[in-house]
C-alpha cells in the first residue's frame, strides 16, 4: 500500500490483480454495518467480503483505511491535497462504501484532478449520487457502477446518473446473462469503460466465494 497526498492506495490482487484501488473501512461505516446485520438472506452485505478479511487475515490493513475515511469524508479538500495518480485504471472502494456526499465529492475531484485515468466507483448509495450530482456534472473518466445488493436477481434497469449495473448470481442461475465469469479485471475491462454493456453479471460458484477476494 502507497501513499499519495494523504490517500493510501491499495494493490489488489487475485482476480483484481494488476490493480489498485483507493479504498475506505467497512468496518467502521455505519452503512456498511447496518447492511451487514440486516438479517436478510437475499442481501449480499450479509456476506460481506470485506468484513470477513478486515476482521480476519486483513486486520492489519484497518488503519490505513481508517485515516482514508477520516480525510475523505471530513471536508472537501482543495485539488493540490489530492493524490496524482499513475494508473490508467482505479476502482474507488474495493473496501468500504461511500460515507457521505463529501466523501464523493472528493473522489469525483480525484477524477477530475486525473483525466489521463479512468476512475470506477462501485456503490449502492444511490441516495448520495442523487444528492451530489442533482447540481454537478459527472467527469467523462468517471464510471459509476451500481452494486446491486440482492443476490440471484439482475438489475436491468439503471438508476439515474450510473453508467452500469453489477449483479451476482449463481453458477447456474441467468446463465445467458453472464458475462464476468473469472477472468483478470484488467484482461476484460468491461465494467473499466465505457461501452453498450450496462448489466454485468458476475458468476459464483457460491456466494461465500467473494471472501477469496486478496487487496492490501
Known amino acids: 500500500m502507497v501513499e499519495r497526498n494523504g490517500v493510501h492506495i491499495s494493490k489488489m490482487t487475485s482476480k483484481l490483480e494488476g490493480l489498485r484501488a483507493i479504498s475506505t473501512n467497512t468496518i467502521t461505516n455505519p452503512y456498511c454495518n447496518k447492511q451487514h446485520t440486516t438479517g436478510k438472506s437475499n442481501n449480499i452485505c450479509t456476506l460481506c467480503y470485506s468484513q470477513a478479511m478486515l476482521k480476519t487475515y486483513r486486520k492489519n490493513m484497518q488503519a490505513c483505511l481508517e485515516h482514508n475515511s477520516d480525510f475523505l469524508s471530513s471536508k472537501v479538500h482543495d485539488m493540490e491535497y489530492l493524490p496524482v495518480l499513475l494508473d490508467a485504471f482505479i476502482r474507488f472502494n474495493a473496501h468500504g462504501e461511500l460515507i457521505n456526499v463529501t466523501h464523493l465529492t472528493n473522489l469525483v475531484n480525484i477524477a477530475k484532478k486525473n483525466p489521463h485515468c ?63 465469469t473469472g477472468q483478470k479485471c484488467k484482461d476484460c475491462l468491461l465494467c473499466y469503460t465505457k461501452n453498450n454493456t450496462t448489466v454485468i453479471v458476475e458468476k459464483v460458484k457460491n456466494y461465500y466465494e467473494n471472501i477469496k477476494c486478496t487487496i492490501y
Open 118 to 180: 479512468r476512475c470506477v466507483l462501485w456503490t449502492k448509495r444511490n441516495d448520495l449520487v442523487v444528492k451530489y450530482f442533482k447540481g454537478s456534472q459527472k467527469p467523462d473518466n468517471f464510471v459509476l457502477i451500481y452494486s446491486n445488493p440482492i443476490i440471484s436477481t439482475i438489475m436491468r434497469k439503471m438508476p439515474k446518473h450510473f453508467d452500469k449495473t453489477f449483479n451476482n448470481v449463481l453458477v447456474h442461475e441467468h446463465v445467458e446473462s453472464q458475462n464476468c
